[in-house]
């Protein structure tokens, strides 16, 4: 498993407008066979924020910027931020592969 958590801290203004879009990313996401979970975290402030990407490769990964929803996400959100999003990328060491669960968002 290939896993990403990516920081974004979003202006004031907008964060009510940001979870919008990403909650409709998020649903897609979990559409892509590649992706074990996508998770979207809120912050005790509640202007930043934290998605936690679970890929079955890096390759996944890749290909997941490549999707049409994740490319309107990226647009949509890229002027509500209060500074570049950041990433950090690790490898799996437990649970082991099959003990991930996909969590279906697309009810919710």
């Known amino acids: 498993m290939f896993i990403v958590h990516v920081f974004i801290h979003v202006k004031p203004e907008n964060t009510e407008e940001f979870k919008a879009a990403t909650l409709e990313n998020v649903k897609n996401s979990m559409l892509e066979p590649g992706i074990a ?42 002027p509500m931020m209060a500074e570049p999003r950041s990433s950090t990328k690790y490898t799996n060491i437990a649970p082991g592969e099959h003990g991930w669960d996909t969590v279906s968002v697309l009810n919710e």
């Open 37 to 78: 979970r996508f998770d979207f975290l809120q912050d005790a402030d509640p202007n930043r924020f934290v998605l936690v990407e679970v890929y079955r490769t890096p390759a996944d990964a890749a290909a997941h910027k490549e999707t049409p929803h994740y490319l309107v996400w990226r647009d949509t959100v890229a």
